[in-house]
C-alpha cells in the first residue's frame, strides 16, 4: 500500500509516495527515476511493491528537476540539485527507520545515486540500479564511469540484455572497477525499461529476490 508523500521543510524539497511494509524488515530503500520519466513510472511502482512486500520501507521519488518541470530531461547543469533532491531522501528515511538504507533508481536516476554515494561513501549501506546508464546509445566510447573506482559502498545492477545503453558484455567490464561487493543480474530480452511492455510482469520480485540475495551478504560482510 503506498500514499502520497511530501517534505516541504528544507530544500529540495521530497514529493512522492511512501510504501509501507504490512511486515517490517526495519530496512528501507529510497527509489527514483529516469530522466524521461517519474515517480510514477511502471517500473518504478513494480519495483516499490515488491520491495514493500518483502519488508522494505520505500520512498519513491520525484527528482528536483522533475518537480520544476512535468515532461522532458533535465537541464544542463542540474544534476548536483538532483543529488541534493537523493541526499535529502535518504535522510528522511533515516528518521523513519532503524536498519539499513539503500538508494538507487532507473537509469539517470541511479547513475546520480552512484555519483552521490562515490562522493559520500557513508550515506547509505548500498546501492539498487536499474538500468544504469553506461554510455549514450551507439556511444560507447562516452563511459559513464569515472566514478567507480571511488564506490566503497555495496551495489546491484539489474540490467536488460538488449539494453542500448550497454551490453551486459560492457557491464560487466566495467564493474571490475568497482573496489566494492557488487553483482549484475541480467534479465533476458529487456531493454532500458526492463519491464518491455509486459502486462502482469513478475519481474520486480524476481530483481527484489536477487537484490536480497546479495544484501545478505553485505550484511555478513
Given amino acids: 500500500m503506498s500514499m502520497p508523500f511530501a517534505d516541504r521543510h528544507d530544500e529540495p524539497a521530497i514529493h512522492g509516495f511512501l510504501h509501507e511494509p504490512a511486515h517490517p ?22 519495483m516499490s511493491d515488491a520491495l514493500a512486500y518483502t519488508g522494505f520501507l520505500v520512498l519513491r521519488f520525484d527528482l528536483p528537476f522533475r518537480q520544476a518541470r512535468p515532461q522532458g530531461p533535465p537541464h544542463p547543469g542540474s544534476a548536483e540539485r538532483d543529488r541534493e533532491g537523493i541526499q535529502r531522501a535518504v535522510a528522511l528515511l533515516r528518521k523513519r527507520t532503524k536498519g539499513r538504507v539503500f538508494v538507487g533508481g532507473h537509469s539517470y536516476g541511479g547513475r546520480q545515486a552512484t555519483i552521490l554515494v562515490s562522493e559520500h561513501p557513508q550515506l547509505v549501506d548500498g546501492l539498487l540500479l ?10 560507447p566510447e562516452q563511459l559513464r ?14 540490467h536488460g540484455t538488449r539494453d542500448p545503453f550497454g551490453t551486459i558484455a560492457e557491464m560487466t567490464s566495467a564493474l ?38 546479495a544484501s ?3 550484511k555478513l560482510s
Fill in 145 to 158: 564511469t569515472g566514478h567507480f573506482p571511488k564506490l566503497t559502498t555495496p551495489a546491484f545492477f539489474a
Fill in 176 to 213: 571490475r572497477l568497482i573496489p566494492s561487493p557488487h553483482a549484475l543480474f541480467e534479465v533476458d530480452g529487456a531493454g532500458h525499461d526492463l519491464l518491455a511492455k509486459k502486462s502482469g510482469n513478475k519481474l520486480p520480485e524476481d530483481i527484489v529476490g536477487e537484490f536480497q540475495k
Fill in 130 to 139: 536499474l538500468s544504469y546508464p553506461l554510455h549514450p546509445p551507439r556511444k
Fill in 25 to 46: 524488515s526495519g530496512d528501507s530503500v529510497a527509489i527514483t527515476h529516469g530522466a524521461g520519466s517519474n515517480c510514477q513510472s511502471k517500473l518504478l511502482v513494480g
Fill in 216 to 218: 545478505r551478504t553485505w
